[in-house]
């Protein structure tokens, strides 16, 4: 996945939009923000319309307290009611969507004191800190729950099929194909 510019700062216009599927038939409208053409095969960056949530549990005491992403099906099948109400009282309405969850509705302007600096890795490596916006918490079950939502959008990486249908890069194909494109995008911007 990339980060871009928020979709109302992109000197770009959307080329038009896509809607990926995933496995359990859920949908996910995107922009489509970029195409490329290599090697008789199409690849798009795409935007989605709607901007990703994440859902934390927070576990432990004090300034041993850590945030654990929600990646649980059933456990999110038990907290969206609850999310999706406390999210309503902002106008923003919590979506299940394929490959992540969203919201639709104006975002609350950006407080420095909301944000969450999340570090991980992946692969023995540590990956660049994400910042993530605070925009509600609530208790189930005298658990308490956070939703953020990225200060980076998230965007995913796709080929279109013969058919139009985007098919997102597994991340092995995407490592093949990856110094293919940066050497194709490195050559427009010249």
């Known amino acids: ?34 195409s490329l053409c290599v090697e ?4 798009v960056l795409l935007l989605p319309v709607d901007s990703a949530v ?17 990646e649980d099906e059933a456990t999110v099948d038990q907290i969206f009611t609850t999310a999706e109400a406390v999210l309503a009282e902002q106008n923003l309405l919590l979506k299940r969507t394929a490959y992540a969850l969203t919201v639709a ?12 600096t ?8 540590d990956l660049e800190p994400e910042q993530l916006q605070l925009l509600a918490s609530f208790y189930y079950e005298e658990q308490e729950y956070a939703i953020y939502t990225p200060l980076e ?7 279109l099929t013969s ?25 427009e911007l010249e």
């Open 1 to 34: 996945m990339f980060s871009s510019e928020p979709p109302e700062e992109n000197e770009y216009s959307h080329a038009g939009s896509v809607t990926l599927t995933d496995e359990a038939g859920r949908t996910l409208d995107c922009y489509i923000e970029r």
């Open 40 to 43: 008789d095969q199409e690849y």
């Open 54 to 70: 994440e859902i934390f549990a927070w576990q432990g005491d004090g300034e041993e307290e850590e945030a654990i992403p929600v």
């Open 105 to 116: 509705g104006e975002l609350p302007t950006v407080d420095d004191t909301e944000l969450f």
């Open 118 to 125: 999340l570090e991980t890795e992946e692969d023995g490596t």
């Open 153 to 159: 959008p998230l965007l995913f990486f796709a080929r």
């Open 163 to 187: 058919t139009g249908k985007p098919e997102l890069l597994s991340p092995e194909e995407f490592r093949k194909v990856q110094p293919l494109l940066e050497e194709q995008l490195f050559d």
